[in-house]
């Protein structure tokens, strides 16, 4: 079955970088556009980054631009996204997910289990 | 950015009711509108997609309408395996944006 599984969250200190890794399987990975989305404690969803299923356009949050970074490797079915600068606002469950791409981009259809990232002192 | 504003923010309703949440699009995104349920602990799940499509494998009690700035979802007789957080999102502008979720509780 469908299957998105993230990794590489925990606990780094303000300015620290983290790499979260999602591993994809039951699907040819390499057809989809896969997005990044968080959501603090508590709080809403924030669509952080997507990339195409080339991996040739990217596009980022405001709010995280110059400091994410996504990736993928279509050989080894995963995604990733370098985080650089974190800040104690980025602290948040991150949840990769699949993306239908009809004549544009649309729904997010799978979800991965999400990763914690707390960045505290 | 597109702002999205569900309304209300939260609602308390009895097994077998009928729940309506709306969601107000800041400005005009066609149909390019999908809802989620998320359960506490639980990843969001795709529910409603192009404002109406029912997701494969979803129940029928679950609805979604609307066009333009406003859209609508239903439950029509709510279960208690529906109490959750539901979400609704924009896909016609980036950033993708989420409405601040409407979570359902069982009066």
């Known amino acids: 079955q469908v299957q998105l599984v993230e990794s590489g969250g925990g606990l780094v200190k303000p300015g620290g970088s983290l790499r979260l890794s999602c591993a994809a399987s039951?699907?040819?990975?390499?057809?989809?556009?896969m997005s990044w989305i968080r959501q603090a404690p508590g709080k809403g969803l924030e669509w952080v980054s997507y990339?195409?299923?080339?991996?040739?356009?990217?596009y980022y949050a405001d709010s995280v631009k110059g400091r994410f970074t996504i990736s993928r490797d279509n050989a080894k079915n995963s995604l990733y996204l370098q985080m650089n600068s974190l800040r104690a606002e980025d602290t948040a469950v991150y949840y990769c997910?699949?993306?239908?791409?009809?004549?544009?981009?649309?729904?997010?259809?799978?979800w991965g289990q999400g990763t914690l990232v707390t960045v505290s002192s | 950015d597109i702002q999205m504003t569900q309304s209300p923010s939260s609602l308390s309703a009895s097994v077998g009711d009928r729940v309506t949440i709306t969601c107000q699009a800041s400005?005009?995104?066609?149909?390019?509108l999908n809802w989620y349920q998320q359960k506490p602990g639980k990843a969001p799940k795709l529910l409603i997609y192009?404002?109406?499509n029912l997701e494969t494998g979803v129940p029928s009690r679950f609805s979604g309408s609307g066009s333009g700035t406003d859209f609508t979802f239903t439950i029509s007789s709510l279960q208690p395996e529906d109490i959750a957080t539901y979400y609704c999102?924009?896909?016609?502008?980036?950033?993708?944006?989420f409405g601040q979720g409407t979570k359902l509780e069982i009066k």
């Open positions: 997910a699949r993306q239908v791409r009809a004549m544009i981009p649309s729904r997010f259809d799978c």
């Open positions: 039951g699907f040819t990975f390499s057809d989809y556009y």
């Open positions: 990339i195409s299923s080339s991996g040739s356009t990217i």
């Open positions: 400005q005009d995104i066609s149909n390019y």
């Open positions: 192009d404002a109406s």
């Open positions: 999102q924009q896909y016609d502008n980036l950033p993708f944006t």
